[in-house]
């Protein structure tokens, strides 16, 4: 009998899943793209400059094998994007050096088992050892959001604690390097380059003070709410937007794209304003 092939939670399904359920993505998406893989999902270009930076830093190759590309102006020329890209992974280099960090893998993927039918899914940019000969993961980011403390996905460290779309990396990858290795609360380390300048960048350690706790949410809140969906992807419904729809890989094949922008109602007096002035 042909075995069924079981289907892997990363932290970027678990966000996927938390962008569906507040309305921000479409089910029809993120079953086919995100969980199936029946269709490649489109980089863009902060995701493309972030893998070629992380080649860079690393050697680290695309998921097919390729080596990401450097983006170019139309002269062919490296664009000022590539050349802060080049010059941040020197920084890279450096730090690796300061720190002492010896790097004992690159993007390693690791599964582990939840049950029959799913995996825990984490990619590892760098596995080091560090000067005191302790294991610690080590992720890499190339962003134009570090020290931003609006974004829901800025970088600053002093409100980290609020972006539950970040910290979930740090608390998932420490719960599969348990599950993988033993190794309960290993250190999370993130190196973070701007994007924006040749210089800034700042390394942080993720630490889960609290780790019970933290892991009990993630066994027995986080990952049974997604799958709840992987069990039952008809609750996954299409979220049809324009803007969403015309940037999605389906649209050409999708019975519910929206191929034309909803009406938007704008008002022209303040009606509140109306009523206190009459
Ligand atoms: S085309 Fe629109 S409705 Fe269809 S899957 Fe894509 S985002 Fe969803």
Not at 52 to 60: D, K, R, V
Not at 82 to 104: P, T, W
Not at 255 to 263: G, L, R, S, T
């Amino acid at each position: 009998m042909e075995s069924k092939q079981k289907l892997n939670i990363s932290q970027s399904l678990i966000k996927k899943i938390w962008e569906y359920e507040s309305g921000k993505e479409c089910g029809i998406k993120v079953k086919e793209i995100d969980i199936l893989k029946n269709k490649p999902s489109i980089s863009t270009k902060p995701m493309k400059l972030g893998q070629y930076f992380e080649y860079l830093c690393t050697g680290a190759l695309l998921r097919d094998g390729s080596i990401p590309e450097m983006p170019t102006t139309n002269a062919g020329k490296p664009t000022a994007d590539a050349l802060r890209a080049k010059k941040q992974s020197e920084n890279f280099k450096s730090m690796v050096e300061h720190y002492g960090f010896d790097i004992i893998d690159s993007n390693k993927v690791i599964t582990v088992p939840i049950d029959d039918n799913y995996n825990l899914k984490v990619v590892l940019d760098v596995l080091i050892s560090n000067q005191d000969g302790k294991i610690a993961m080590l992720d890499i980011k190339f962003t134009g959001l570090l020290d931003d403390k609006w974004n829901d996905i800025g970088w600053d460290s002093s409100r980290f604690y609020q972006r539950d779309k970040l910290k979930i990396q740090p608390i998932m990858y420490k719960h599969v390097m348990e599950k993988a290795e033993d190794v309960p609360n290993m250190d999370f380390l993130y190196a973070i380059f701007s994007s924006k300048n040749d210089t800034d960048y700042q390394i942080w350690e993720a630490a889960i003070d609290n780790y019970d706790v933290v892991m009990r949410e993630l066994k027995e809140e986080i990952i049974p709410n997604v799958k709840k969906y992987l069990d039952d992807m008809s609750l996954l419904e299409p979220k049809p937007e324009y803007k969403r729809c015309m940037y999605c890989p389906l649209k050409d094949e999708c019975a519910y794209v929206a191929k034309h922008p909803e009406i938007i109602k704008t008002h022209i007096y303040d009606v509140k304003y109306e009523s206190e002035s009459s």
